[in-house]
């Protein structure tokens, strides 16, 4: 992973996520140890502090938790916590986009419905 340093997503944000991806694909498994804080540090040439407000961003969402003297570990429910979360922040960004723009184009909230609804059916195959 390389990090984007442009400013747009604080890099303790790109260190949770990319360690969220790692969970998520199975290359960091439930109860298994996680990278140090000075282990992602020299990873990705920053500031252990920084890694550190990574980590600390996962473990307030539970999906890693401590062992004291031991380091990080991820949760059990780990994986389904990220998806919940991935999910709920990715849909909401795209209805708000999806209710801005149709507003702008003085598209009725009934025609956004059926718009969706035709959508969701032709992904199921019904409609071609």
Known sequence: MILNTDGSKPIYKQISEWLETEILSGNIRTD?????QY?????????PATAAKG???????NIVY??????????ENAAK????????QTLQRLVEE????SRQLGVS???IVEMIRLENRKCKGEEK
């Open 32 to 36: 298994e140890k996680v990278y140090s």
């Open 39 to 47: 282990q992602l540090a020299e990873m990705f040439n920053i500031n």
């Open 55 to 61: 980590l600390n961003l996962l473990a307030d969402e």
């Open 66 to 75: 401590k062992k004291r003297g031991l380091g990080m570990f991820v949760s």
């Open 81 to 88: 916590i990220i998806l919940a979360k991935r999910k709920g």
């Open 98 to 101: 999806l209710v801005r723009e």
């Open 109 to 111: 909230e009934e025609e």
